[in-house]
C-alpha cells in the first residue's frame, strides 16, 4: 500500500461521512413531516441500503477486472466507508428498544440488515455484469 492509495482513502472517507450527514439531514427534515417517520431513523436506513448496493457493485466490478484497484479502494474503504454507518443502525436499534418500539427495532435492526446484504448481493450481481 502506497501514500497516495492511504491519502486518497482517507480523503474518500471524509467525503462519505460528510455525505452521510447531508443525506441523513435532508432526509430526516422531510420526514419530520410525517409523525410516525420522524422517530423511525429512515436516513440511516437509506444511507446503509444505498452504500451496501454501491460497495457490492464495486466488488463485482473488481471481480469482473473492470475497476482499478485504486478506485476500488478509494470509493469501497474509503467513501463507503465513511459513508454507510451500522454503528449507528445499532445504537438506533438500542433507542427504539429502549422505547419499547419493538417492531420498528425489530424492522430496523434484522430488517436493515437483510435488506442492506440483498442490496449488496444485487450490487455484485450488477457489477459482474460489467
Known amino acids: 500500500m502506497t501514500v497516495v492509495t492511504v491519502l486518497v482513502v482517507a480523503l474518500c472517507g471524509g467525503l462519505g461521512a460528510a455525505i452521510r450527514l447531508a443525506l441523513d439531514g ?3 427534515g422531510r420526514s419530520a413531516r410525517s409523525a410516525r ?3 423511525f ?9 444505498t452504500g451496501s448496493f454501491i460497495l457490492g457493485l464495486l466488488a ?3 471481480q469482473a477486472n473492470a475497476a482499478p484497484a485504486l478506485l476500488v479502494s478509494a470509493l469501497g474503504t474509503g467513501l ?12 438506533e436499534t ?3 428498544l429502549q422505547g419499547r ?4 427495532a425489530a424492522l ?8 442492506a446484504v440483498a442490496a449488496g448481493v444485487l450490487g455484485i450481481v450488477v457489477g459482474r455484469l460489467a
Not at 418500539?101 to 420498528?104: E, G, I, M, N, P
Open 80 to 91: 463507503m466507508g465513511g459513508y454507510t454507518t451500522f454503528s449507528t443502525a445499532s445504537f
Open 108 to 115: 430496523n435492526g434484522l430488517g436493515m440488515l437483510v435488506i
Open 37 to 39: 417517520l420522524s422517530t
Open 26 to 28: 435532508l432526509i430526516r
Open 101 to 104: 418500539r419493538w417492531v420498528a
Open 41 to 49: 431513523p429512515v436516513g440511516t436506513l437509506v444511507i446503509n441500503v
Open 60 to 62: 463485482g466490478l473488481a
Open 94 to 96: 438500542v433507542r427504539l
